[in-house]
């Protein structure tokens, strides 16, 4: 039975009145850069300009959505951030079954699975492009050419896919450091007891591990996409967004669009635009998994 | 039980907490600060400007004055710098900024003018293209530290072996000839280098050059984007047919540094980019091919005339800097001829900061050293910074348009481009697209 | 028993192989940092060479790293503790106090989040300079926090959700007040799940590069900052980066590694019993 919904709590108005501070210097908080935005997206306001300013109201707006680039982008990023998640829940999922084990070796391998969280995502996205993914002297061409079969041209071919292997990368490690424990909490009985029924390994996942799992599953997508939706790094240091608009998300359009021409107000008008677009894929993905915040009532 | 093991877990957490904290404040506390007066520096991350980092302790021994720095990547410090120059933060005394910034903030009154810096300071020494590019107006904005042009490096070995001639000044259609014998993939050796990574500073400034060579240019006197015009597509087809078949692989994420890298491993015969590279190609511990490299000229199209290089780093101080006279005597000391004299003895001649001064290419020492300083001498005078192209243009830059929108604007024309490298979509498709995006940017902009 | 041994042996191997591909990228740049440049962009990439240090001594000659880790460690601890002193108590609130309004909340601090900060670095940057939080020590810690703290609120209330209500009533039974409820016997229980999300937001404040590049100069520049400024000069530079990021990770590695217990504990969920 968990706390929430089972008490009613004998003194709650003194107890909101004890806690409000916080919750309102959290508001304060949040709020300020907000109405920053919202402000300066109704402005033309042109950082090599300055002085100049002017109001706009939706002129911001207006400019973007009849962009082209605007829903290209945004397609990318949903795209992006699908992939990843995909990925991160698989590997995560995966890895962690693995590590759930018990063999000679699991607490060295748990800390080198878990590394890669710990490096800046500028020098990873560096690292691999040209390090690995080099098609020249990168060490992935290398071994491919050595078994025949030539190099591939990654940020070319498939400059979304890389990313989305990079971050990929750079992701699992979080998932499983959320899942494994998750798998590790399991009450042991309950397992021993279905082993005991017969249940072999596919079924023990199935019906006793993914169940435990769904919970820490949605923390893991819900703390993900929160950084995956305004990704930027990565994007900026391998790709440039290119070839064309193949590998520009929100985030990188509004960095060339709004920040290389310094137009301020375009920068802020997309990036309400952006918290449009997270609460639409956020409140879309409360309703798939919607048991988990349903139990706040 | 578990409430006791947690709690005493609580007090462990506690007591790791307030270690690390106290350690956090005694070293914040015990940090070591002197009382001289400060500088604060900007620059760029280039090795000339790491070698003035480490030159600069003479300095502050000679002035009493503790330097503070600021090191970064081009394009981080130039974002940085705009933000805090354009909303007057007095954040920096001395900045590191390009001739395409130099005019654009002279012009808003943002950047000290140094036309005061002394009658020793040899102003007249400073070749003209460059205390041009740093100017707005007459007045000198930024004083030049170091310049680049444009030239064309090649690997003499390979040639040799295939019985190739490269002259001093090739035009492109011997380039793609070249480019075409001396391509050989299975070795891992490709005919041609060329800047691919989407960027106003990277491929765009390539392209920029090209099409300036072909008789093209950005936008006409009424600044309407000229983007499709012939000599665009002649141009851009040029450098997508050189890449996509006789260059190596991957291009499209290859900026500078990447193309300087595979050429120093020996993997490019030609490469045609900025000749600030000369000097590491021919340094054995940074190129494999320091023995074989050549230079020539930019190649030449059939016009023969426009279409050049000149990129020039300057040291500046923001207007609202309240320590500009102990600013400007570092800046006369950094981009004196008698910094870039200490700078060759103590570090070599290769090192130097070149192409700012006319000084340094009568300097014995250095044209001993530097094979190619007769080249680059001889590039950055032919470089007509307010005529890129034989057509009549309403802008000033070379390989780049010295406008505000023109960051965004390059970028986005490069991305646009790169899209036609990696064979997305043809070059007229790549260039249409362009062309309405400079429209859509450039709206509201004509003749003033 | 042979046919476990086997089946032990066999999982070692297996996750070896998935540890070797994860932690791949890393070790090579860690090899790379002992490279010349020269041999770092090799074809065929040079797996045995004469290592050097060069690259480690040019660092370190370079900028004052121990002054950037200090910032780092400073900003990412103070960060956090922020976080956390504004998160308990909203989560607490949030966790047994529910109302219509709790789901809103949350749904609506996590969209904040989302907020791109490309989008919103002038408005911050101009902010932060009338307040004159620029270059400051305490400034970082304000926008760390606030980047942190969706995170660490959400993360605070799936723990403390996960508590049994028989424990907390039967402290009130005993006569505890609101704070000593909160303090005594809700925070001992859930101190793997604080101490974990600490981690976790500790972690993603030192890997903060965008505010530390943008509201930083001298002062208060931390270790990200530090790494950049080997990044893409002019030349050959991966050796150097390779350098700079393995010192600049060097510390928050170690501490993850050597606390790591504590966060697969913390981060059991259910596992309060």
């Known amino acids: 039975m968990t706390g929430a919904a089972a008490t009613k709590p004998a003194y709650s108005r003194h107890s909101r009145a004890l806690l409000a501070p916080s919750v309102v210097a959290l508001f304060l908080w949040m709020i300020v850069p907000l109405a920053m935005t919202l402000w300066f997206s109704a402005e033309r ?82 690292i691999w492009k040209n390090m690995l993914m080099n098609p020249v002297f990168g060490l992935f061409a290398w071994i491919t050419r050595s078994v025949g079969l030539g190099a591939i041209e ?132 409360m309703r798939v998994a919607g048991r988990n915040l349903e139990d706040v009532r | ?101 130099a005019p654009l903030w002279g012009e808003r009154g943002w950047l000290v003018p140094l036309d005061d810096l002394g009658k020793d300071y040899g102003y007249d020494d400073i070749f003209p293209v460059v205390r041009q590019g740093l100017s707005y107006q007459g007045r000198m904005y930024a004083a030049p530290f170091y310049a680049e042009s444009a030239c064309t490096y090649y690997r003499k070995d390979l040639f040799r072996k295939a019985g190739l001639e490269m002259p001093v000044q090739p035009n492109y259609e011997e380039i793609r000839h070249f480019a075409q014998r001396l391509n050989d993939p299975a070795h891992n050796v490709y005919g041609i280098c060329l800047r691919g990574e989407p960027g106003w500073g990277q491929n765009t400034a390539l392209i920029s050059m090209l099409i300036h060579r072909f008789g093209g240019r950005w936008v006409d006197m009424d600044w309407k984007p000229q983007l499709t015009s012939p000599p665009w597509v002649e141009a851009v087809s040029l450098y997508v047919d050189l890449v996509r078949n006789d260059g190596p692989p991957g291009a499209i994420a290859d900026g500078y540094n990447e193309n300087r890298a595979l050429f120093a491993n020996g993997n490019c015969a030609m490469w045609v980019d900025a000749t600030s590279g000369a000097g590491a190609l021919l340094d054995p511990s940074q190129s494999r091919v320091a023995g074989t490299t050549g230079f020539a000229r930019a190649p030449m199209a059939k016009e023969g005339r426009g279409g050049t290089w000149m ?56 044209l001993a050293a530097a094979p190619f300083a007769p080249l680059v001498h001889e590039a950055i005078l032919s470089a007509d910074y307010t005529q890129p192209s034989v057509l009549p243009v309403p802008y000033v830059g070379l390989q780049y348009v010295g406008i505000p929108e023109f960051q965004a604007i390059g970028t986005e024309v490069g991305q646009e481009i790169s899209a036609a490298l990696a064979g997305h979509v043809t070059v007229e498709q790549a260039l249409a697209l362009a062309q309405s995006e400079v429209e859509r940017a450039l709206k509201g902009r004509s003749r003033k | ?178 704070t000593e409820e909160l303090v005594n016997v809700l925070l001992p229980l859930c101190t793997p799940g604080i101490a974990a999300t600490a981690l976790l937001s500790v972690i993603l404040c030192w890997n903060e590069a965008f505010w530390s590049l943008n509201l930083t100069t001298v002062k208060a520049a931390t270790l990200t900052a530090f790494t950049a400024s080997f990044s893409s000069p002019e030349g050959l530079f991966w050796a150097k980066l390779s350098a700079a990021s393995t010192l600049s990770i060097a510390p928050i590695l170690i501490f993850g590694w050597l606390s790591q217990r504590q966060i697969v504990r913390g981060l059991s969920f259910g596992a309060v019993k």
């Open chain 3, 1 to 178: 028993m042979t046919n476990s041994r086997r089946k032990r042996w066999g999982l070692t191997i297996a996750g070896g192989a998935v540890a070797m591909a994860m932690f791949f990228p890393i070790l090579w740049m860690f090899i790379t940092s002992f490279k010349t440049e020269i041999t770092a962009v090799a074809t065929p990439p040079a797996v045995f060479f004469r290592p050097t240090l060069e690259n480690y001594a040019a660092v370190l000659e370079r900028a004052d790293y121990l002054a950037f880790a200090r910032n780092s460690i400073v900003v990412s601890l103070g960060a956090t503790l922020l976080a956390l002193a504004l998160a308990i108590p909203a989560a607490y609130s949030m966790a047994f106090f529910p109302s219509r309004r709790t789901r809103d909340i949350l749904l609506w601090m996590l969209s904040t989040k989302m907020l791109p900060a490309v989008g919103v670095l002038v408005p911050v940057y101009l902010l932060w300079r009338d307040l004159g939080l620029l270059d400051t020590v305490f400034g970082l810690i304000l926008i760390d926090s606030i980047s942190v703290l969706p995170i660490v609120v959400w993360m605070l209330f799936s723990f403390f959700r996960e508590v049994p209500a028989v424990i907390l009533e039967a402290s009130r039974m005993d006569g505890a007040s609101q």
């Open chain 2, 1 to 101: 039980m578990a409430i006791e093991s947690t709690v005493l877990a609580w007090n462990r957490t506690w007591r790791v907490l307030a270690l690390a904290a106290t350690v956090a404040i005694a070293a914040w506390i015990l940090y070591p600060r002197g009382g001289r007066p400060e500088l604060t520096v900007a620059t760029v991350n280039n090795a000339e400007m790491i070698l003035m980092q480490r030159l600069s302790r003479d300095f502050e021994k000679q002035n009493g004055v503790k330097l503070n720095w600021v090191v970064l990547g081009e394009n981080t410090l130039r974002q940085r710098l705009t933000i805090d120059i354009s909303t007057g933060s007095n954040t920096f005394d001395v900045i590191t900024i390009g001739s395409y910034e």
């Open chain 1, 154 to 285: 990654y940020f070319s071919h498939m400059p979304l896919l890389s990313i989305v292997l990079i971050v990929g990368w750079e992701w699992t490690p979080f998932a499983v450091l959320i899942l494994l424990p998750a798998l590790q909490s399991l009450n042991p009985e309950q397992v021993e007891a279905a082993r005991l029924d017969g249940a072999g390994p596919v079924a023990l996942f199935r019906h006793i591990q993914l169940p435990h799992l769904l919970r820490p599953m949605a923390v893991v997508a819900m703390i993900e996409m929160i950084f995956l939706l305004s990704l930027f790094a990565e994007i900026y240091v391998t790709t440039g967004g290119g070839p064309g608009l193949a590998s520009t998300n929100l985030a990188y359009l509004i960095f060339r669009d709004a920040l290389l021409g310094w137009d301020v107000g375009r920068a802020s008008a997309g990036g309400v635009i952006a918290i449009v677009l997270a609460n639409i894929v956020v409140l879309f993905l």
């Open chain 2, 311 to 366: 990129w020039c780093w300057g040291l500046a101080i923001p207007s609202s800097s309240t320590r500009a006279s102990l600013a400007k005597r570092f800046v006369k000391w950094a981009t004196s001829r008698e910094y870039i004299a200490t700078a060759g003895e103590r570090f070599g001649w290769m090192r130097i900061p070149p192409g700012s001064r006319q000084s340094t290419y009568e300097n014995p020492a250095y």
């Open chain 1, 45 to 126: 306001y042109n950082l090599l300009s300055p002085g100049k300013n002017s109001f706009a109201g939706w002129g911001n707006y207006r400019d973007l959505l009849a962009h082209r680039a605007l829903w290209v982008a945004m397609g990318n990023t949903l795209l992006l951030v699908g992939l990843v998640l995909v990925i991160t829940l698989f590997f995560g999922t995966l890895f962690s079954l693995l590590l759930d084990q018990d063999f000679p070796g699991r607490n060295l391998c748990r800390l080198l699975v878990i590394a890669p969280f710990f490096v800046m995502p500028t020098v990873s996205a560096l």
